[in-house]
């Protein structure tokens, strides 16, 4: 086929890739969960809620003909050669193109133009004044009305807001994610061309390894931070197991990252999650176990450090 008419590219392109899979190769597919399959010949290829995730590799894709593509390595023509001939054979593949779903709208509270509230708190558990300044300044973090809550934002691509978390900075437990938050997007401080990325549970215990970083002299905004935005569960089986969606959103918006560094908490939890990604994270990155050396959590640690009394205890629980 030397040309290929538009309208048949976009046909083909709306076959699935487990469709295309359940009748052509329906002995490559495992099933690892209700709505997950893996590849027999691939195991960290993943197939999931129409997308597929070739984690090994660090590649994916929506549907059969990338799967022809990037897996396969046919050709794109010849890829779409295949497809128009099996598409005859099963016309159920071929499905009608769905509108994609609008983003999620994010509401967030009304921004105070003091930040007295939210740097007294965050100095209070420790968290260094210039880490605070600088997440000021990015629009990071800020100060809501009219409860003076703290509110950590993390942002898409084009620098949008699209997840926000607020916390209140008063003797409370009051806290959550804002309204139409989407945890793709969850709290970071990064440098896109680093290979490191440091992986918390939590804002808090992000900002607290920052400002450990530059207690000792290092630049804290040298490699990439993520929060998780709570905690990660897995299943009971580690390899059904799925990565977290912050985490897995950030991979695949940044391939050159090879080194992940895991610090969740010295709890049962955490340590069950660190275990967890450790097993099915793809072999390509370095992960590495780095809980705090001390305490729970790195808020913890820091605070041991400062010399901070603090009780975080019931606070904690609530907050992940």
Known sequence: MSYIPTEVIEQVRQVDLLTYMQIFEPEELVRISPNCYRTRTHDSLKISNGKWMWWSRGIGGYGALDYLVKVKGHSFLEAVDILVG?????????????????????????K???TERITDYLFSRGIDYSVISYCIS??????????HNIVFVGYDG???PRYAFFRATKPSRIMGDCPGSDKRFAFQIGNGDSLVLHLFECAIDLLSY????????RDWRADNL???SGVYSPKEKLEDSTVPMALSHFLT???????????????STGRA????????????????DEPPPKGKDFNDYLCIKLGIPKDKTRERSVER
């Open 86 to 110: 099996k598409a005859s054979v099963i016309p159920a593949a071929i499905i009608p193109k769905q509108k994609a779903e609008p983003p999620k709208e994010l509401v967030l509270p009304e």
């Open 112 to 114: 105070s133009k003091a």
């Open 138 to 147: 990015h629009g990071l973090i800020y100060e809501s009305l009219p409860y």
């Open 158 to 160: 084009r620098q949008k």
């Open 210 to 217: 920052a400002s450990l970083e530059r207690m000792a002299g």
């Open 226 to 228: 993520l929060s998780l």
């Open 253 to 267: 918006e940044h391939e050159n990252v090879s080194k992940i560094c895991l610090h969740l908490d010295n709890d």
């Open 273 to 288: 999650a660190t275990r967890a990604l450790k097993a099915i994270l793809p072999s390509r990155y370095e992960v590495r």
